[in-house]
């Protein structure tokens, strides 16, 4: 595991090496156990490395034999085994045991190509010296993270938004476009980022710079073609052999791998996997909410009993330091996500390092399986929409006199939410239940907005609306989307600030594959969900595990602000602080804030994702752009092929 970059320099010839030393320097909490950098005329390249595999070699950038590729590699490839002997077979030899290694052998013999043998996650970046090209690659999910920016003719790229701000040719301008979906979804959508002129590389693509040109290509896209075929045993029976397969290979490491479980279906599942690989006790790491109504912690002790496992929990509540713990997530997070999970991640994270350098999790299921009541909540809509639009409108009237709830997900909460959601259409509605602010709502919030359209986000590659309902568009949405760049974001910028990698064997890409390829029925059927599942893991799983809502990992943000950080609240969103920043209305702001205090209304996790774009535009320098304008994009200037 490690962290990458770097930046093209074609016509200025050899750049000062202090520059890439500095962006390199910025990623030492990815990889603290070596770090190093190289230059040619035309590229300089940068790397850390924390060690997992192979601990006496494998040190990069990494330079093939005759000195004209070279490797920065970020990630895990946990089929390097098979790949190094068929390498081996056609003559290639190996000085070291990592895995980075193969891959630059096996760049050198199936050029691009490699990429789709691979099964990992990873964001690499490969230099030929002699044919003056930069080649740039993603895991087919996007579990690795990969920046890319333009500038001339020259490319710049880095694991994180902070290793491109050690150029002074990349401005720190906010982008209108990518704030709008910010405000929409509390996250930002691939390919677009908070900062005009950079982008996230798309998920299982491959950008190619060859002395100034740019071309840029998919190497996998998940294809949602249900299969009729299958049945819930037979698809219990091919779960089982995947899932044995992806852990076993998910194990393989050289330092103590351990596993996240909150005691819900998913990590439990993992721990299920884990345990038939391992041949020691396994180490298991919870984060709890004592005397809380959404604590798991009974569940995480039940499956650790059953186990045997060395469990450890942490209790997060306001004694933490808390607000310290957030200001250091404006600098880890490097791009904001709303997603106020992050903070029991922040301290999850701190506490499974000091006993493992691996942590498994169950990241995935719910997009893969159906496990979100979002997508109930798209089939309910379809009846409730058949309610004519004027009594939902007075309904939603009647609803502001319920009084809010200082719970993290109330009752009330979820009822106001799903009314308000019915009077959108059905595509911005699902990305509204999970989301913050509509577009009339944004419109009272900011001084400017742009045409920028959540439905834009859905004219790429999804299902269409089938007859049967939306499940497979809105599976294929959160897989493209929210699991990108909300939890696999989330996960890694909060691991890695801790040096510790956190893999997610659910991410299989033949399991994600497998998932595409099934009924819905087999998914969510009525009030049941994730059903195959479920299936595969009743008889061996607790009963209560499989039985018990899902609650989710994330903090009683409603609560919270009303108490323990309510003084970083009003601190950050100051009068002043709105009115610097020349992009919000500060008597919106204000007003918000004062309807939650005052309880009368529950807007909690909206204000959570201003407290986060505040805080990190105060800790990069961001700035508000004097106009408005839809970005023009690398992808879109680059030849598809």
């Not at 320097?25 to 040619?40: A, C, I």
């Not at 491109?164 to 476009?177: Q, S, Y």
């Not at 904001?336 to 991640?345: E, K, M, Q, R, S």
């Amino acid at each position: 595991m490690c962290g990458i970059t770097g930046y093209t320099h074609r016509r200025v010839g050899v750049s000062d090496r202090a520059r890439i030393e500095e962006a390199t320097d910025s990623l030492v909490h990815r990889g603290p156990d070596q770090q190093g950098t190289y230059q040619s005329k035309y590229v300089s390249l940068g790397a850390v490395r924390l060690k997992i595999l192979d601990m006496s070699s494998g040190g990069q950038p990494m330079v093939s034999e005759d000195g004209n590729l070279v490797l920065v590699f970020n990630g895990e490839i946990y089929n390097y085994r098979e790949l190094r002997s068929e390498l081996e077979s056609r003559g290639h030899k190996f000085a070291t045991q990592c895995d980075t290694e193969v891959l630059l052998q096996a760049f050198q013999e199936w050029d691009k190509d490699c990429f789709r043998r691979l099964r990992g996650m990873f964001a690499a970046a490969l230099w030929n010296e002699n044919e003056r090209r930069l080649v740039l690659a993603r895991d087919r999910v996007g579990i690795k993270p990969l920046y890319i920016g333009k500038k001339g003719e020259d490319l710049y790229f880095g694991s994180e938004l902070k290793s491109l701000f050690a150029h002074p040719e990349i401005t720190r301008e906010i982008d209108h476009v990518a704030l709008h979906y910010y405000l929409a979804l509390n996250y930002v959508p691939t390919p677009h980022t908070l900062v005009k002129g950079i982008e996230k590389l798309l998920p299982g693509s491959i950008l190619e710079w060859t002395d100034g040109a740019i071309r840029q290509e998919q190497f996998w896209t998940p294809k949602f073609a249900t299969d009729p075929a299958w049945t819930a045993d037979s698809a219990q029976e091919a779960l089982d052999v995947l899932l044995a397969e992806s852990m076993r290979e998910h194990m393989i490491a050289d330092v103590p791998v351990g596993v996240w479980l909150s005691g819900g279906v998913d990590s439990s599942t993992i721990l299920h996997y884990a345990r038939r690989h391992s041949s020691s006790r396994i180490k298991t790491f919870s984060i709890c909410f004592a005397g809380r109504s959404f604590d798991e912690s009974r569940y995480a002790r039940k499956v650790a009993k059953q186990y045997g496992t060395e469990h450890y929990e942490l209790d997060l509540n306001p004694g933490l330091d808390l607000e310290g713990a957030v200001e250091e997530m404006a600098y880890y997070s490097d791009e904001p996500f709303a997603d106020a999970g992050a903070v029991p991640l922040w301290f999850l994270s701190m506490m499974s390092r000091r006993h493992v350098t691996v942590a498994l999790s169950g990241e995935g299921a719910d997009e893969l399986f159906g496990g979100y009541a979002t997508y109930r909540a798209d089939r309910l809509a379809e009846f409730a929409r058949r309610v004519p639009r004027s009594m939902r409108r007075s309904l939603l009237a009647l609803l502001r006199y319920w009084p809010v709830s200082n719970e993290k997900i109330s009752l009330e909460y979820k009822v106001k939410r799903f009314v308000e959601g019915s009077l959108l259409g059905p595509d911005e509605a699902h990305t509204y239940w999970n989301g913050a602010f509509s577009r009339g709502q944004q419109e009272q919030l900011l001084q400017r907005t742009t045409d920028a359209s959540i439905g834009d986000l859905f004219q790429c590659d999804l299902p269409g609306l089938a007859m049967d309902g939306y499940l497979s568009r809105y599976l294929a949405f959160d897989q493209h989307y929210y699991l990108t760049d909300d939890l696999l974001q989330k996960v890694d910028r909060m691991s890695m600030a801790h040096s510790l990698e956190v893999r997610p064997p659910f991410l299989d890409h033949r399991i994600v594959e497998f998932a595409a390829s099934l009924p819905d029925h087999l998914k969510i059927d009525g009030r049941r969900q994730k059903v195959v599942l479920k299936k595969l893991m009743n008889g061996k799983l607790p009963p209560a595990i499989l039985k018990r809502p899902k609650t989710g990992l994330d903090i009683p943000t409603h609560d919270w602000f009303r108490g323990a950080l309510r003084g970083m609240l009003l601190e950050t969103l100051s009068a002043s602080a709105v009115k610097e920043t020349n992009l919000f209305r500060p008597e919106a702001i204000d007003r918000l804030i004062a309807d939650h205090l005052e309880h009368r209304a529950n807007v909690g996790y909206h204000l959570w994702g201003l407290l986060i774009l505040f805080l990190w535009m105060k800790q990069w320098n961001i700035q508000s752009s004097p106009e408005v304008e839809k970005p023009e994009l690398v992808a879109g200037l680059a030849a598809r092929v």
